[in-house]
């Protein structure tokens, strides 16, 4: 299998020749069994337009496929410039959650003539997709689907095998099963779940075919709003090892489902988020090899033009102190020391503390039990980086009294450090904002300052030369 350099290589060479010309048999021999995940892949490494006429240049099946694995550029460039019909052709071919998604990436006014176009002759797909599309970006009920296989209570087993055998091949899955009730006419409640696995297993057990859903499905369902978030989705579906979770309308109707597989490109794009943010670097839905320098640029020059201003802190207390480091300069020396050991030990405990969150470990009404252990962690941690300093500073400058300061300083500065580390991100999640964007920028920031002011003030007190 060729890699994914080789094919884009392979793709360029092959887009050279007019695509109407000889551009057709490069075409048709370089893509000939390739499948669509590879050529998204590969297609990280063309231009737009080349990207265009491959597209252009599938089969329909495997040009739907394409234009759901797409980055959001490079499907907005494809559906603003590709055939209409050809586009409208590719949302009926997709699942609903997918076309939702891409027919999110076009203009308002091109979405609005697809879904027309669309109602012409799918018009329940459009008008699903049109539902979808009012829910919340990165909402459940933004990312479900209807299409899975619905049973009802008084089927017996035969009736539920031949309704997973008869059931609709845009189906999304069949791993678990639905159990449906239809009340006042159309509306849909959920009553039960049960897995193929399951249901293959109560028949065998039973030896009776004639055996109803009812005996063996599951009543305690675990499920979620059409509002609530992609995250909390994901965690849920992690910590029950679900194939797929119900969502229910706000009125308590069964809306839908959510597939695993949805789940891990969203596990992908909250854990890059989170990464970036870690970074201070603004996240991109470009690949990065599809970034120009300038947006590079304008990723990360934001969040470093704010922690420069904010080191000015850093710079202020320099100067308010500098009378001390002319009369002791050999506290200058172990400045860089502490400072950087601070701001790591932060940067562990805001990235811990994160994390947590992230897994529901931990929620806000946790907040002092944290703090307490996190700082209870920085005694045993500062106090072991002390009795370090202690030495490097007592062999380095032959001075205990340095020693006891930088010593000292080592362990009110980690102790401090870990401790806001580990406040900050509950916090920014109480006021409803990202902690890792939040926390990991600034920890480093304020503890340099921070720790520069306790480190002075404990040289003033131990150091007679100060007094």
């Known amino acids: 299998m060729a890699t994914q350099t080789e094919l884009s290589s392979r793709l360029r060479s092959a887009l050279k020749g007019p695509v109407s010309g000889s551009g057709d048999l490069g075409l048709t021999s370089t893509l000939r069994g390739v499948r669509p995940e590879d050529i ?3 297609a990280l490494d063309l231009t737009k337009p080349e990207i265009l006429a491959v597209f252009n240049w599938l089969d329909n099946e495997r040009a739907a496929d394409l234009l759901g694995l797409l980055d959001d550029e490079s499907t907005s460039y494809v559906v603003e410039n590709a055939p209409p019909a050809r586009i409208t052709d590719m949302l009926d071919r997709l699942p609903m959650d997918d076309a939702a998604d891409v027919i999110n990436e076009a203009s ?3 979405a609005e003539e697809l879904l027309n176009s669309l109602a012409q002759t799918a018009p329940d797909d459009a008008e699903e997709i049109r539902d979808l599309l009012s829910y919340k970006e990165g909402s459940a009920g933004r990312m479900m689907t209807d299409a899975f296989v619905r049973l009802r209570a008084d089927m017996s ?6 309704t997973v055998r008869e059931s609709d091949e845009e189906v999304e899955t069949i791993s678990d099963l639905f159990i449906i009730e239809t ?13 193929l696995r399951e249901l293959v297993r109560a028949g065998a ?4 075919p004639n055996v109803k859903v009812r005996d063996f499905m599951t009543t305690d369902i675990i499920s979620v709003s059409v509002d609530t978030d992609q995250e909390e989705v994901a965690r849920l579906i992690a910590k029950y090892d679900f194939q797929a979770l119900p969502v229910l309308a706000r009125n308590g109707d069964f809306a839908g489902i959510i597939t695993v597989d949805d789940i891990i490109d969203v596990l992908v794009e909250e854990q890059t988020e989170d990464v970036l943010a870690l970074g201070a670097v603004t996240p ?17 020059f934001g969040w470093l033009l704010l922690l420069f201003v904010g080191g000015t802190l850093t710079s202020s207390v320099m100067e308010r102190y500098q009378g001390d480091l002319k009369t002791v300069v050999s506290l200058a020396v172990f400045i860089p020391l502490l ?7 932060g940067a562990q405990a805001v990235t811990t503390v994160t994390r947590a969150l992230a897994l529901g470990e931990i929620e806000f009404r946790d907040v002092l039990k944290v703090v307490w252990r996190e700082a209870r962690t920085g005694i045993l941690i500062g106090s072991a980086l002390g009795i370090v300093g202690f030495c490097m500073a007592f062999l380095g400058q032959h001075d205990g ?10 362990v009110v500065v980690v102790i401090w450090a870990v401790t806001v580390g580990s406040f900050l991100p509950m916090v920014f999640r109480r006021m409803g904002l990202d902690p890792a964007v939040m926390s990991a920028p600034f920890i480093t920031t304020l503890v340099d300052a921070t720790g520069l002011i306790f480190y002075f003030t404990i040289a003033r007190f131990i150091l007679p030369a100060l007094k």
Do not use: C, H, M, W
Not at 339 to 345: E, F, R, S, V, W
């Open 40 to 42: 998204a892949e590969a």
């Open 108 to 110: 308002p006014e091109k």
């Open 157 to 162: 087993v035969n009736e539920a095998f031949v």
């Open 183 to 195: 009340v006042e006419g159309d509306r849909e409640i959920l009553t039960g779940v049960i897995s």
């Open 205 to 208: 057990r039973r030896k009776d």
């Open 284 to 300: 991109t839905e470009k690949p990065y090899l599809s970034n120009t320098i300038f947006d590079l640029f304008k990723q990360r």
């Open 339 to 345: 400072i950087g050991t601070g701001g790591n030990a």
């Open 401 to 410: 009294l340095i020693g006891i300061v930088v010593a000292i300083s080592q």
